[in-house]
């Protein structure tokens, strides 16, 4: 079965392989994926990441406290490594040297300073902030 020839424009504009019709070509302004991505849309690591900071009680020694699913996990991972699972402590003992270079030393109060940054200091030791 034969093709029907190409349609011949005036003018030396050629359709071809990257070359559309001028009728159907964008508009100068015009965008190629008008819907696109719905603003607000989130990506896997935003998703991922507002799950680990959710907030959600816990009892401990029969008083309620609030922490992040983050710290639920790793106190899981603790708790299990000291009850002997094996692949539990292979993981904190991996995550430890990496964690202990991140980690900040705590700000010590000192005789010189103000009773105003002593305060904030012993607040923030007190939240369990750095």
Known sequence: MRKNPPKRHSGNYEIGKGRPPL???????????????????????????????????????????????????????VNEALKGNIKATAFALAKEPEIARNAEPLKMITRDMSPQEAAAIYARIIKGEK
Do not use: D, M
């Open 23 to 77: 009728t159907t070509r964008w508009k100068p302004g015009q965008s190629g994926n008008p819907k696109g991505r719905p603003k607000g849309a989130k990506n896997l690591a935003t998703i991922f990441n507002e799950a680990l900071n959710q907030k959600f009680e816990i009892r401990e020694k029969g008083r309620p406290r609030t922490i992040t699913a983050r710290e639920g996990i790793v106190r899981r991972v």
